[in-house]
Structures are given as structure tokens and as C-alpha cells.
């Protein structure tokens, strides 16, 4: 089965501590995603990458980091500099060329107190 | 980057055709049209994708006018699963970056 995968469902954690959401796709995209939704709201790019060992800042990048050493995968670090990290967090892949479909995980639900 | 503007909320009934419609002013030669769905606590699923006049796939409509400003999703026959939040997006392909800006989008509830 083809598809988008995100671990943790939920993860918890203590403010402060840096956490790394994980994203795989087995879709053989070049292109990632990141994208934080806050209750009611749209979505906001944290960060994108259109192909390995390459990444750009999206609209909220502040107090996020991530890599691209393989293809399949994409993690996301919520750091402590985030001053509020907690939110649903949003992973997507696209095959990478022109103005096409974006393929969407089923998200992480990030709690920090 | 073009941005768009579409209803906050939307309540329909069950059986009813429903159209949502998305103004997107300056939208850029080379944009396309891209509609997405988004039920509570799950990522968003394309919809449909459009450039001029009208797309039909198996679950909807996408009509644009000649200017282009703006674009109207049609679903058919709606359904009480049909409750979700749509989007309407415009893509950038100014820079080439295949980036995407998804704004608060429509809440679509149907009642039985």
C-alpha cells in the first residue's frame, strides 16, 4: 500500500524539551511538506523540500527544524525556541512538478505543557 | 502569491446541490485552481483541480469564468458525510516552489 505515514498519533511532552514528529512516504515523491494547524484555523507552512538534502522555510519556520537525508522521509523537530508548539502537525508529499496534488499524512496531535 | 477569499460557513440539506464559490483576484496567469476537503483531526484530500471553464470528476465540479477571479465548487447531492472544511487554493508557480497557502477555508454542515 502506497502511502503518507506520521508517528506519533499523539505525543506529549514537557515545554522545554525538543521533540521530532516522523514522516515516510513510500510514494517515490520528490517533494515534502510541513504544515501546523491550530484549532479552526487553515493551514501554515513550517517547511518544504522539493528534493534531497534541500529544504526552504515556509511561512512559520521559527523554532522548527528539519532534514532531508533520504527521500522516503521527512522529520520535523519541534524545538524549545517554539514559543507555542502545540498543535496538529501535518506531513504531505507531492510528485513534485508544477502545480500538483498534495498527498496528506494523518497528522500528529502535539501537546506541550 | 494570489490570495483567496471564500464564506466562512456554509449549512446545506441532505439531497441538495452545494456551491461554494472562492474569489482569487490576482491570480496569476499560470495558477491553477485547487480544491481540497478536510474532515476534523485528519490531513486534507484533494478534491479537484482546475485551470478554465469547467473539471468534472466522480465527486464534484469546479466551474471558472473566463477572468478567472474567481471559481465555484459544485457537490452534488450532498450528504451527511459531505461535513468538512473545504479549501480553496491558488498555486504558486511564480518561484517555482510548489508551495501552496491554505487559508481558514469553508465549514460546510449538512443537516438531515
Known sequence: ?113 | LAKTTQPISMDSYEGQEVNITCSHNNIATNDYITWYQQFPSQGPRFIIQGYKTKVTNEVASLFIPADRKSSTLSLPRVSLSDTAVYYCLVGDLTSGTYKYIFGTGTRLKVLA
Open chain 1, 1 to 113: 500500500d502506497g502511502g503518507i505515514t506520521q508517528s506519533p498519533k499523539y505525543l506529549f511532552r514537557k515545554e522545554g524539551q525538543n521533540v521530532t514528529l516522523s514522516c515516510e512516504q513510500n510514494l517515490n515523491h520528490d517533494a515534502m511538506y510541513w504544515y501546523r494547524q491550530d484549532p479552526g484555523q487553515g493551514l501554515r507552512l513550517i517547511y518544504y523540500s522539493q528534493i534531497v538534502n534541500d529544504f526552504q522555510k515556509g511561512d512559520i519556520a521559527e523554532g522548527y527544524s528539519v532534514s532531508r537525508e533520504k527521500k522516503e522521509s521527512f522529520p520535523l523537530t519541534v524545538t524549545s525556541a517554539q514559543k507555542n508548539p502545540t498543535a496538529f502537525y501535518l506531513c504531505a508529499s507531492s510528485i513534485g512538478r508544477d502545480v500538483d496534488e498534495q498527498y496528506f499524512g494523518p497528522g500528529t496531535r502535539l501537546t506541550v505543557t
